[in-house]
């Protein structure tokens, strides 16, 4: 609900305090007393798009505030989380207009966009008049509209939720798709890669083990002899024979060295087992070393088809076995992917099925509740002298979505017969404005939380007509926030609160005040707006009897 709008310097106004209430809000005042500029103000602090000079002649600025008061389940409390600003109960927009052009706005004291502003505007307040392209004559939010006048929530959450699960199953099918083509291409490929790969079968370190017996076997040549004579000059006609020779002799004496010679002979006898150690390690080399000449080639044969292959695929010798293990996991979902691909065709095919069924229920409700808005609609039209015109809510089929396959719009025939067409551009001043008035009546659930404003929406009508939209204005503004801009009388002597707009001129400046009116100033205006410049006994009167006093 509005609470509070304060103006500073702006246009003809230099300071005014408004401070409006539940219920039916009148404004009233003759014409170009200002009544404009004030909604001028309130669509500026709101961030809608209006005149590019707004500051008062003689000011540095302009400023607009206004106060609104949100309940706990407001729409705009999601907007201020989405903005990152602090929800509270008491929501205070001010903007800022600059003699350079300059705009600067804040929510609740904190710097903000003019997009978040409109944002806000969209869940605070709504305009209509014969100008309004952002309520019920923006045929874009025609079908949310429908949707909320027939309660259709839960089938339309119901659709969405079969449109999440219905491209979630497409995507996963496309995604398996592009997955299979791509290992198709490369089919060929892994079959054959694999192939070569489980002939060659290699092993983890086989690479460093075959180089070096392959290094081994080539110095084998170069060694042998070598190893050769070292084994010679260890045994019988070396060292063996020498140190053999060396034990005799020494036994032969030992007994009558009186122990002397006992030291050496241990040290001999325990050099005689080290060299017999070492002439079996020896001959167990020279015996490595006598290799098949072919052996040699083999190894390098198999080394090099390693190497080959390693380079082949971009790898480490080491390893070639898992990325064999890699390519063969390929292969194998290549030839699950069949199995896979019918499986989630299958599931697309239900979720299609789902959303099919789900979107034809929530059809099916939307033209029953077309069918109700329509029966509402002729209800109110007859009192408001529209009684010959239809109105009608088309649906026709759109292209599927999240929220149904159905485009709906709200069109009139203004006269039997008379083609219909979109309530904007078929519809007069006087009869917009009374189109608009009976199908807010009639979509009033969906107005929670909204400030509704109607600018002139009694414009061209008088007498019981003017009564009865005073009436509906009335009845909508029960347990809400209406204000309207009136010239009826009818109109506003059925508000709940009246404020008259005013021009008045001091030191050849032209102001306008806003004055809220008690209940024998409510009976001056009304009489003015009855008999014009000249107010009469008689029109005062009239006055009370419009006032029901």
């Not at 083999?298 to 293990?325: C, M, N, T």
């Not at 599927?400 to 719009?409: R, T």
Request: hydrophobic fraction near 45%; charged fraction near 30%; glycine fraction near 8%.
């Amino acid at each position: 609900m509005l609470r509070q709008l304060d103006i500073r310097d702006l246009l003809i106004i230099d300071r005014l305090d408004l401070a409006f209430r539940p219920g039916l809000n009148v404004l009233t005042g003759e014409t170009g007393a200002g009544k404009s500029i004030l909604l001028d103000a309130l669509g500026f602090v709101l961030g809608w798009r209006g005149r590019a000079e707004l500051v008062r002649a003689g000011a540095d600025q302009g400023e607009v505030t206004a106060v609104f008061d949100l309940s706990q389940d407001h729409p705009a409390r999601e907007v201020l989380a989405e903005a990152g600003l602090v929800a509270e109960d008491e929501l205070i927009l001010r903007r800022v207009n600059s003699r350079d052009g300059r705009k600067t706005a804040y929510v609740n004291d904190r710097r903000a966009s003019g997009e978040v502003l409109r944002a806000l505007s969209d869940t605070l307040v709504e305009l209509h008049g014969q100008h309004d392209d952002r309520g019920l004559l923006n045929p874009r939010g025609h079908r949310a509209l429908l949707d909320a006048f027939g309660g259709l929530a839960p089938e339309v959450q119901a659709v969405r939720a079969a449109w999440r699960a219905q491209s979630a199953a497409r995507a996963a099918l496309a995604e398996a798709e592009n997955r299979v083509a791509a290992l198709k291409a490369e089919e060929e490929f892994l079959r054959h890669a694999v192939g070569e790969l489980d002939a060659l079968a290699p092993e983890p370190g086989e690479d460093a083990t075959l180089d070096a017996r392959r290094r081994l076997m080539q110095a084998a040549g170069r060694i042998r002899e070598d190893v050769a004579r070292a084994h010679e000059a260890l045994g019988l006609d070396g060292a063996e024979g020498r140190i053999t020779d060396a034990v005799r002799w020494l036994e032969g004496v030992a007994d009558r060295a009186e122990g002397a010679l006992d030291p050496a002979l241990a040290a001999l006898s325990r050099t005689m087992a080290e060299l017999a150690e070492a002439q079996e390690g020896v001959a167990r080399a020279a015996e490595a070393l006598d290799l098949d000449p072919l052996e040699l080639e083999r190894v390098e044969e198999r080394l090099f088809a390693i190497r080959a292959a390693a380079r082949k695929h971009s790898v480490l010798p080491d390893d070639l076995g898992g990325f064999a293990e890699e390519l063969r996991a390929r292969l194998a979902d290549l030839d699950e992917s069949a199995s896979d691909i019918n499986r989630l065709a299958d599931d697309v095919k239900a979720s299609e099925e789902a959303y099919e069924a789900a979107a034809d229920a929530l059809g099916a409700a939307r033209h029953a509740a077309a069918e109700r808005l329509d029966a509402a609609m002729v209800e109110e039209l007859a009192p408001l002298k529209l009684d010959r015109a239809v109105f009608a809510t088309e649906i026709a089929a759109g292209p599927p979505g999240p929220e149904g396959v159905e485009a709906v719009a709200f069109t009139v025939a203004t006269n039997p017969g008379a083609p219909a067409g979109p309530i904007n551009k078929i519809a007069s001043g006087g009869e917009l404005s009374r189109f608009l008035l009976a199908l807010k009546v009639c979509l009033t659930s969906g107005a929670s939380g909204l400030t509704l404003i109607f600018d002139e929406i009694d414009r061209g009508v008088g007498g019981a007509t003017a009564d009865a939209v005073g009436r509906r204005l009335a009845a909508l503004a029960e347990g809400a926030q209406v204000l309207v801009v009136t010239h009826s009388p009818q109109v506003a002597a059925l508000g709940a609160h009246h404020w008259r707009v005013e021009k008045q001129v001091a030191a050849e400046e032209t102001t306008s005040r806003v004055t809220a009116l008690d209940p024998p100033a409510r009976v001056d205006e009304i009489a003015r707006m009855l008999a014009g410049d000249t107010v009469t006994d008689e029109a005062r009167a009239a006055a009370r009897a419009l006032l029901g006093q």
